[in-house]
């Protein structure tokens, strides 16, 4: 009977790779790359906020109210009317973010005749205070690709897409589109519709 040596060897046993260590080593990426996919997604649609300024909005949002923005929105969309966006006007990034809606997209012909909207012919639904100053939109014109007319809730105390230093808004320049407030005394809290 011959006797095992059990002094040094130089033959290493194979380790082998267990489907269970595999397994856990996926569990593992697959959490952290599904956690890192929330983390982006919820940095798009909650991480961007700001606050009002003014009253341009009111009733619907209240000078210093924060919202949220919904920025990648416009990434997959268009705005359409109704929506209330934010922008920064001619893109000036030493401007403060305009919160105004929309009122007429790209096509719309746009003009302010006794104090009264109307896109396409038509008396818009957006804006039903009287328009003191039509400002650029005395006389009517049509809205370029890529631009909206927007004009601020409060008309009478919002400079807007009337104005000639602001004009229609280039979808470049906007942020986002507003849809979450923050409690405010007066307005309570929700969506903005």
């Known amino acids: 009977m ?3 040596n059990k002094g040094l060897s130089f033959y290493r046993r194979k ?3 267990s489907s269970v260590h595999v397994r856990e080593v996926f569990i593992w990426l697959f ?3 599904t956690a890192v996919f929330i983390a982006v997604v919820l940095n798009i649609f909650l991480g961007v906020t700001t606050r009002v300024v003014g009253v341009s909005m009111e009733p619907a949002l209240y000078n210093g109210q924060k919202i949220f923005i919904n920025s990648f929105i416009y990434l997959v969309s268009s705005p359409q009317k109704g929506d209330v966006v934010v922008f920064l006007p001619n893109g000036n990034e030493n401007s403060h973010y305009y919160v105004k ?3 007429a997209v790209p ?3 746009v003009v302010i005749t006794g104090g009264v909207l109307y896109v396409n012919g038509e008396e818009s639904p957006w804006v039903t205070d009287r328009l003191t100053d039509p400002g650029i939109a005395a006389n009517e014109f049509t ?3 890529g631009e ?3 004009i601020g809730d409060n008309p009478g105390n919002s400079e807007d897409s009337r104005s000639p230093n602001i ?3 280039k979808e470049i320049d906007m942020l986002g589109k507003v849809w979450f407030r923050a409690s405010c005394e007066e307005a309570g809290m929700g969506f903005v519709k």
């Open 143 to 145: 809205i370029q690709n």
């Open 31 to 33: 959490g952290i790359a």
């Open 107 to 109: 096509g719309d012909k």
């Open 2 to 4: 011959l006797k095992q």
């Open 15 to 17: 380790k082998k790779i």
């Open 148 to 150: 909206y007319f927007c």
């Open 101 to 103: 809606r929309v009122v």
């Open 167 to 169: 004009g229609p808004v």
